[in-house]
């Protein structure tokens, strides 16, 4: 059993790599911007029942470089500016590697793309996003997967935030190692 004072940052860690994956993204540096961006859309993310998140090898206490792939329902969208109205869901498909344990991960890369549908079911585009950098070091690993950009086809140049939370147990990691996790989660594209 894990002890209790390890759960919380576990929690904290796998939310993170499970973001990352939902995104396959690191977070852009922070700079000032003249205005703020504004959303475009937004949506919930849900791992594919049938696909979860998977992680090889496994997560452990120890360090590892770390190969993460992983299908997202992308559902319920909308868009609060107008811009994107055609987008209603869809299905993204990620891949990317991290050096990654329980309690954290860094040296990010991944890619991904959305296959998009409008609220007929009829194909709406692919987009195709990247990370902004690959190399992410801080307190809160949470925080290390929650950006991108889109590089092409619907929603090109807009920037994605988002955030996901477990919704499979995660508490066997620091003792027999995680290979898969499930989990839920909502992500914005900005401009």
Known sequence: MTPPRLLRPLRTAVAALLASTALATAPAPATAAPT??????RC???TATERPITFSPELTLQPRTIRVTGTFRVTHCTSPDGSEPRLRGGMAMVQGNALASCTGASRITGSGRIVWYDSAGRHAGVSRFRPLRDTVNGHNP???FLGGVVTSGPLTGARLSGKATPTSDVSQCAGLGLRTVYGTGR???LR
């Open 36 to 41: 703020d961006p504004r959303t475009v859309l």
């Open 187 to 189: 992500v914005r594209f």
């Open 142 to 144: 949470g925080d290390a």
């Open 44 to 46: 919930r993310v849900a």
